[in-house]
């Protein structure tokens, strides 16, 4: 996963887009999937929530059908923190439960505290 400085979100985009292409063109997954979650998360910080939300759910897509699910929490809490940010809230409680039901099984509870978080936070909006 590729992180930035905060302020250079447009360049990062770039960098993101040039790795996209690349694991596309070499026909890798998993490469794809962080790519799209590090595009979708940079375009969530530059304000272009719409663009993140196609690239997260993209993201998704790709987890399902190749059954390749190593970033699905990830893809799934980010994709609910957007849609919080864009007032969906329903929609956002619904994604976060599916974050949370696999982030209970992972080793690292932090995830689940994060998206128990997350979940307390819409619960009050």
């Not at 292409?21 to 940079?42: C, K």
């Not at 375009?43 to 663009?51: K, M």
């Amino acid at each position: 996963m590729l992180f930035w400085i905060e302020g250079s979100e447009l360049e990062a985009v770039e960098l993101l887009r040039e790795a996209l292409a690349l694991s596309r063109y070499q026909g890798d997954r998993a490469a794809e999937i962080d790519a799209l979650l590090g595009l979708g998360t940079a375009w969530q910080y530059c304000g272009e929530r719409l663009l993140a939300v196609v690239d997260f759910r993209l993201g998704l897509t790709l987890c399902a059908m190749t059954g390749i699910g190593e970033k699905e929490h990830f893809l799934l809490h980010h994709l609910g923190r957007c849609l919080v940010e864009m007032g969906e809230l329903a929609e956002a409680k619904e994604v976060f439960e599916k974050a949370l039901v696999i982030r209970e099984t992972l080793p690292n509870k932090r995830f689940a505290e994060s998206t128990r978080g997350a979940l307390a936070d819409v619960a009050k909006m």
